[in-house]
T-cell receptor, first 111, second 115 residues
């Protein structure tokens, strides 16, 4: 099983600050997904990255897939309280079928 | 409904009781997944169906856990003789056939508390 290590585990910041969270593994991935989960809800897909070195932007969120496809990062610019939630990276070990998640980064953005 | 529907949203059980959790996937989605999530942690895979076939049950923690999807649509996760360590949120997800991104669509979860 390819393990996904996320860091930091917890992050508490003030509105307007920037932050980066990381997802690392010793294994190469064919693709990687990022989900956000708000309290009391299920995870919702933010982005899928497929190509090494790929950068994708979603408003104030920037996702990067490492050149070697072993790691990924999520950068949030000017965080807002609405960004609060659990950020999860995930991958499919077998090109479909089950999705394996990291342990998540719990982000709290205070107004 | 438009999304994955799970019931009950909250369940309190006494230790030793049996519980059944229901999942209604998005119409037309052939794949259905069950996950267990502890507070503040990532979801842990339990089992996976494609239509009515259970293709992977490697994540079920013990033989007290059983899942079925007899007609390839609604699924039920049953936990027999519940223990305190079974307390968690149980998430159901579905995905359509042939989706290259592999996106899973999740329900809101069923929160189980075992006293």
């Amino acid at each position: 099983t390819q393990l996904l290590e996320q860091s930091p585990q917890f992050l508490s910041i003030q509105e307007g600050e920037n932050l980066t969270v990381y997802c690392n593994s010793s294994s190469v991935f064919s693709s990687l997904q990022w989900y956000r989960q708000e309290p009391g809800e299920g995870p919702v897909l933010l982005v899928t990255v497929v190509t090494g070195g790929e950068v994708k932007k979603l408003k104030r969120l920037t996702f990067q897939f490492g050149d070697a496809r072993k790691d990924s990062s999520l950068h949030i610019t000017a965080a807002q309280p609405g960004d609060t939630g659990l950020y999860l990276c995930a991958h499919h070990p077998n090109q479909g079928g089950k999705l394996i998640f990291g342990q998540g980064t719990e982000l709290s953005v205070k107004p | 409904g438009a999304g994955v529907s799970q019931s009950p949203r909250y369940k309190v059980a006494k230790r030793g009781q049996d519980v059944a959790l229901r999942c209604d996937p998005i119409s037309g989605h052939v794949s259905l997944f069950w996950y267990q999530q502890a507070l503040g942690q990532g979801p842990e895979f339990l089992t996976y169906f494609q239509n009515e076939a259970q293709l992977d049950k490697s994540g079920l923690p013990s033989d007290r856990f059983f899942a079925e999807r007899p007609e390839g649509s609604v699924s039920t996760l049953k936990i027999q003789r519940t223990q305190q360590e079974d307390s968690a949120v149980y998430l159901c997800a579905s995905s359509p056939p042939g989706l290259s991104t592999g996106e899973l669509f999740f329900g809101e979860g069923s929160r189980l508390t075992v006293l």
